[in-house]
């Protein structure tokens, strides 16, 4: 999976994450690690990148594109992570106008352009997701809007093609809200390639901790 998830073999990650060749043992516990490093500008050695939304910026505004069934499932995931809070630390909306979302998701792949955090892939037969983050060069301000890819990668007919957008979907949300990092366990759906279909009790865990956790990265707009 990407915040770049499943099956993206779009362009190499500019954060160190868990690529689909450094999966970690499986570990389970109260939280997973959620955070990402990067190199530290002007180096040597890493910065540690956290996010969560400002109660000031609920409800985020997610705009989609209208294909592929994608709104109804990116309202679902909108569902799916407000459901995991106990405090409605998070709400999420969808909005008719991209160029007022806090968030964009399109199908198809990410193509090149501003300065990007890519956030690793692991390859799926059925679909892809990505996520993208614009991150400055002092690592301190992540530029609005966060960019969601969800892509199919076989027919229309194939049966395993609905289950994988409904969960990839989540799984890139899961990184839009700010759990950057995959999980090293397949039981999660933070799991870089995750096989469940629903966040389980350590997403949901990893997710508060984010939340009551200070970030590293403000949102702001252009």
Known sequence: MSLASRGL?????????????DIAAP???DVYEWRLEAPSVPGPGLDTLSFRW??????????????????????????VW???????????????????ADVVVRGGAPGPG???????????????GATDLEVDETNTELTLPIRLF????????????ETCLALTSIHEMGHALGIFAHSPDPEDIMFTDPEVGLPSARDRRTAEAAYHTLPTLTAVRP
Not at 9 to 21: E, M, N, Q, R
Not at 64 to 75: G, M, R, S, Y
Not at 92 to 98: F, M, N, Q, Y
């Open 82 to 100: 407000q459901s995991a809070f106990l405090y409605r630390e998070f709400e999420a909306v969808l909005v008719g106008d991209s160029a007022a």
């Open 27 to 29: 570990a389970r516990g």
């Open 54 to 79: 400002d109660k000031s910026d609920l409800p985020v505004r997610v705009w989609v594109e209208d294909t592929d069934n994608l709104p109804d499932h990116v309202a679902r995931a909108i569902d």
């Open 114 to 128: 501003l300065r990007m955090r890519r956030l690793p892939s692991a390859l799926a037969p059925e679909c892809a």
């Open 9 to 21: 073999g779009w362009g190499l990650p500019a954060v160190t994450a868990l690529a689909c060749g």
């Open 150 to 161: 969800i892509a199919p990668q076989s027919s229309p007919e194939d049966p395993g093609l």
